[in-house]
């Protein structure tokens, strides 16, 4: 019986990303997690590096939103978890040289796979997570002559920090 009360657990967390602030950003996920089910909502903007996106001359940075649902496949509240996510963002691409910036309203959809593991610290954990996202309609730009490339694929890798309740 234990162990079948283990796997009703419910409990709501915060989380941020330390990568997205590092990136001249923020982000924070609110969740809610039942039995072997995560939910979550992820408002986020951050700066994409040059390193990155790959295109010389340009700055570009992204706001958005994401929902995930997550299935663990160990016994909840910590251990491995896959599934999928969906998010709109808005992508603002400037060209150095002349200052003009153009936005684009991307939707995608992806798969992430993460790690979450409690500290012994209270209720703090840590959760590595990965996973690859495609873009349903992104969008090259020309601006003053030059092109802004961007993909319909991204792979992702980060760490979360968080507090359940």
């Known amino acids: 019986m234990p162990a079948q009360e283990e796997r009703k657990i419910r409990q709501v967390s915060i989380e941020v990303e330390p990568i997205a602030y590092i ?21 986020f903007g951050l700066e994409i590096p040059e390193s990155l996106h790959g295109n ?7 706001l958005g939103a994401e929902l995930h649902f997550e299935r663990f496949l160990s016994d909840p509240p910590d251990g ?3 599934g ?19 936005e684009h309203l991307q939707y995608s959809a992806g798969l992430r796979f993460g790690y979450l593991w409690y500290t012994g610290l ?22 003053s002559g030059e092109e802004y490339e961007s993909g319909s694929i991204t792979p992702f890798a980060t760490v979360g920090i ?3 309740f």
Not at 56 to 62: I, K, L, R, W, Y
């Open 56 to 62: 010389d001359g340009f700055d570009a940075s992204v």
């Open 23 to 43: 990136l001249k950003g923020a982000g924070i996920h609110g969740r809610y997690q039942h039995g072997d089910w995560r939910y979550s909502l992820e408002i």
């Open 80 to 82: 491995f978890y896959i």
């Open 162 to 164: 968080g507090w359940s």
């Open 84 to 102: 999928p996510e969906i998010a709109v963002s808005n992508l603002k691409v400037t060209h150095q040289a002349s200052q003009i910036s153009e």
């Open 122 to 143: 209270g209720n703090l954990y840590l959760s590595p997570v990965g996973g690859i996202s495609f873009s349903f309609n992104s969008k090259d730009f020309e601006i």
